[in-house]
């Protein structure tokens, strides 16, 4: 819970950062007053990424904006579709059911495969989606519970794996993403292995996504009502 309540903190305040500054300047002058800096533009597949020093992290924070067209409906079938989530999310090994809290929340185990010589990393994560009033948008929030279960043989425990996928609809619509975390692989890593954490891992991870959207086996998809009704308020 106290995890949880950091999240939420941290995603309030990026909120409130953002839109004092989008009330008096660009929005490229709005994401740079808030520290982050351009890393990749990517015009094929509209997505663009950030990236932050914050106090106190060994690694920098991550932000990825991406603009593209799928209806809410589908946004929310692949994400429960957690079978399947290491066909799109970044050097997924495997991932395992832990605990439905209930159809919006979610406790899941994670591996994470790491480049040859480094050892894998695994992670349990608590997800959450809701709506945010305040943004018109629906919101998975996901962070690490690194104590839910013991630390087990041949993979190193991730320290940090949190991120806010904002989804906030657009006109003829279109949706717009905001993926706002940081994660830290925990152990020893090689500096070279930043770049993989800190761009690769949240950039493809997007790129996935976006792919995973297109699958026709979304399109009539019946979601649980609750789930439903979330999804129907991002339209």
């Keep these: 819970m106290r995890q949880g309540l950091k999240q939420f903190c941290v995603g309030v ?7 004092m500054a989008y009330a008096d300047v660009s ?7 808030a520290g982050w800096h351009l890393v990749k533009r990517d015009h094929l597949h509209h997505i663009q990424a950030y990236l932050r020093q914050d106090p106190g992290k060994r690694l920098k924070s991550f932000l990825i904006e991406a603009d ?10 692949v994400f429960l579709d957690f079978d399947h989530y290491c066909d799109w999310i970044y050097r997924c090994g495997a991932v395992r059911m832990l605990h439905r809290v209930s159809n919006t929340a979610y406790d899941i185990y994670i591996i994470h495969h790491a480049p040859y010589g480094i050892s894998d990393r695994d992670t349990i994560i608590h ?12 919101v998975i ?8 279960m013991p630390d087990q043989p041949h993979y190193v425990r991730m320290i940090n ?38 761009f690769d891992a949240p950039y493809y991870s997007v790129r996935g996504m976006l792919r ?5 086996q979304y399109l009539d998809v019946s979601l649980p009502a609750d789930v439903q009704k979330l999804w129907q308020s991002a339209q």
């Design 13 to 19: 305040l990026l909120g409130v950062v953002l839109q």
């Design 27 to 33: 929005k490229e002058d709005a994401i740079k007053a």
């Design 161 to 198: 794996e949190e991120m806010d996928w904002i989804f906030t609809p657009g006109p003829d619509g279109s949706m717009h993403l905001e993926l706002v975390g940081y994660a830290d692989p925990g152990g020893w890593i090689p500096r070279w292995i930043d770049n993989l954490v800190q």
């Design 127 to 138: 997800g959450e989606a809701f709506r945010d009033e305040q943004r018109k948008a629906v």
């Design 68 to 77: 593209f067209h799928a209806s809410p409906k589908t946004i929310g079938a």
């Design 141 to 148: 929030r996901t962070w690490e519970e690194k104590d839910y």
């Design 212 to 216: 995973r959207l297109k699958d026709p």
